[in-house]
């Protein structure tokens, strides 16, 4: 039988969500009751229109615009916490797509690396668990899109691409809490190319070893009052890992079999469509459509490498991996409109739609050909637990290296992870600026309702080992391993208030979440009642407080802390135990013209932590896949510090030579025994045990020298030594400190054409970035690229 896989298309069917509905057709009309109200004559005022898409001044205070969190530049100063804020010129200094090194130039945040291209980043910040960013809120211009179910399923294998974003944004502390769900760690927000006001483009190619290349390009204008931006970013590469049988593409008549490289192709598309009312207006409005498109291709595998044969040869691929690949499809729409009702009070609502498709096709367990479980059927082992034993699983080894040794009757099970994702939601904000009591207020009021899924239909394949080559010996029905339907929805509301008075900057809020989630497994394929096995839901209901004040010592420097609850939700098992914990912090900030400085202490003490089982983690103990799993009281403190200082421009030079310097302190301790039930990396930690995966040091030196035309940049980033794994049976297995240092130059050859070229891992660092999903991962080797930009 033929059985379409690519990219894991398979069509599920569609439950209702638990509410029906009735809440989103609610807010639909809400929102067409709001721009009917916004067009009426009857609402007019007198006033002057805001500029679009800007931080606007009024006497109160200042107008955000709809897509920031942190309000960019002189607005980090009055907040509460450690917010950061990387604009087009820091971005392009490197020119990094790989979100891991974007992001570790941030105090506070760590990041994980697992394939070597940046494809699957793992984030956290102040020392949450780095699960494929689920305990972070992960935004595009400020709507939920980092992960396809962010509630449902918030460790999914999606993550926008960075490389074509025009700037970044990270919050963490006290006022963060108005970007939930997840308020444990913080938010990272990544903002779009915006549509430029008038008729102008770029595009950028870059060419690099192993056949790698990258183009971004977008044009756009406004003419009058429309605006249209087209974009699109592609990029791929052949890899830096070699397969030890590599296929030629040929030998198999499935859909995923792959091309002999261990890369990926990605080709991502964007188009903007805008309105602006017309400067006379009574009311300024502005409408915007995004729509965008993702597509991704990706030879990678979870199978990695024993110690042994990474000392060997650290970029070896095993043969039982030949037919791993995963294949992706994204779909996002956002449809926003604002309306300023006066200078100081506007209301943006957003209505947005995720649609994300794919099947991770790739090795899952293993058969030595002679096991056998109690009752005397072949005993198939993880290949995580293989790659944390091999010695004692050499015939298993025999089948994933390939070796003529391997049993004839021994098999490899390769899973179609086949999913369907869903996300869509409705969110309003309401922006007033006003004068009370001798204070000067920014309040923010906003509401979301929010729906996600996520369908699994999966399966497996038996495979032989013949002469290094997998040969297929038994075939599934889609759903035969794995028939799941997993949904969410979420009414969320925040009120937050800022304070202005003299030197004081109080900043006050609270968050609601309503949530309801449920599950529903089917035995076998096809969908029933007479199957259904497991039905299952969870409610919760919560309130998230924070306050937090700055003060202004004088014009340079000022002090600030701030108090905040932490909160995940708990899933779908309604045994399960909500994320929670009381999260403080105090520092400083200094200021002027060539200098900015952070210094700020944290402490986290969680009443209760938790972990979501995932296959990347390499184990659940006795959870399934998916499942919310505590692990009681964990208290995580540290100290964030920055300090960006431009050398050449405080000393009057002829040359800018700026100087930037992160710094990351994690301590952590588990304040209890975990034991085996506890998934991933965490099983069996023993009370006083740090959190795996998070490192105690982290820093981030970089230097700089422009002038005129040309300008050269050098980062160094120092990760220290981290323990892999919490079980103390597997405490020799470490994750390599490691110092990596990047090179980029720019030359600016005509007023519109610009050079580029950049080494990253200039001294060819081997080291191993990953123990997860399964055996050593390493990090990237050196990678030369050069590059054009043209501006038109």
Known sequence: MTKERNAGRVPGERVAAPFGGYRLRALTLAVALTGAGAVSPALAENEPALEPEQAEATETGVMLDTVTITGRGERIRDIPGSAHHLDRQELDRHGYTDPARILRTVPGVNAMEEEGHGQFPHISMRGVAPERNSRISVMEDGVLAGAPAPYAAPAAYYFPPIGRMDSVEVQKGSSAIKHGPYTVGGSLNMISTPIPPERMGRIRHERGERNSERTHAWVGSTEGQIGLLVETFTESSDGFKKLDFPLSGKNSDKPNNPVPDTGFDRDNHVFKLGWTSDPSAQLHQQVELKYSE????????????????????????????????????????????????????????????????????????????????????????????????????????????????????????????????????????????????????????????????????????????????????????????????????????????????????????????????????????????????????????????????????????????????????????????????????????????????????????YSNINIQCTAVGGGCGGSDIGDVVSAGEVKIYGLEASWHHDLGLARDWDYSVPVRLGYTLTESEFQQDIGSTAPNQWANADKGDSIPEVPQHQLNLGIGLARDAWSLDLNANYVSEEQAFADPDLRDLKIDSRWLLDASARYQLLDDVRLTARVENLTDKEYIAHHRPAGVRPGAPRTAWAGIQVDF
Do not use: C
């Open 294 to 605: 993702d597509e991704r291709s990706i030879r990678d595998t979870y199978l990695g490498l024993t110690e042994d044969d990474y000392r060997d040869s650290p970029f070896r691929r095993y043969a039982g991996s030949q037919l791993d690949e995963i294949n992706t499809d994204n779909e996002l729409m956002q449809l926003r409109h604002s309306i300023d009702f006066t200078p100081e009070t506007r209301l943006t609502s957003t209505i947005y739609r995720s649609d994300t498709v794919r099947n991770w096709y790739k090795l899952h367990e293993v058969w030595d050909g002679d096991r056998l479980d109690g009752s005397g059927d072949p005993d198939f082992e993880s290949i995580s637990t293989i790659l944390q034993s091999p010695g004692d699983f050499q015939g298993d080894m025999d089948w994933i290296r390939g070796r003529d040794s391997v049993d004839p009757d021994a098999r490899g099970n390769v899973r179609a992870n086949n999913r369907e994702y869903m996300a869509r939601g409705i969110q309003f904000r309401v922006d007033h600026l006003f004068d009370a009591f001798g204070w000067a207020h920014e309040l923010e009021v906003g509401l979301r309702y929010h729906e996600d899924e996520e369908d699994r239909l999966q399966w497996q394949d038996s495979f032989a080992m013949e002469n290094g080559m997998m040969v297929v010996d038994e075939e599934e029905e889609p759903g035969e391993t794995t028939n799941r339907l997993s949904q969410a929805d979420a009414l969320a509301a925040h009120v937050q208030n800022t304070m202005r008075q003299g030197p004081w900057t109080l900043t006050a809020g609270v968050r609601y979440e309503d949530i309801t989630q449920r599950r529903r497994d089917w035995d076998g394929p096809g969908r029933s009642s007479g199957n259904l096995d497991r039905d299952r839901d969870n409610d919760e209901r919560v309130w998230i407080p924070g306050i937090g004040a700055v003060y202004d010592l004088d014009d340079h420097w000022s002090v600030l802390a701030g108090y905040h609850r932490g909160f995940a939700p708990a899933g779908n098992n309604p045994d399960s135990k909500a994320e929670r914990s009381d999260a403080f912090e105090a520092g400083f900030r200094y200021g002027d013209r060539f200098t900015e400085s952070e210094v700020i202490a944290f402490y986290n003490d």
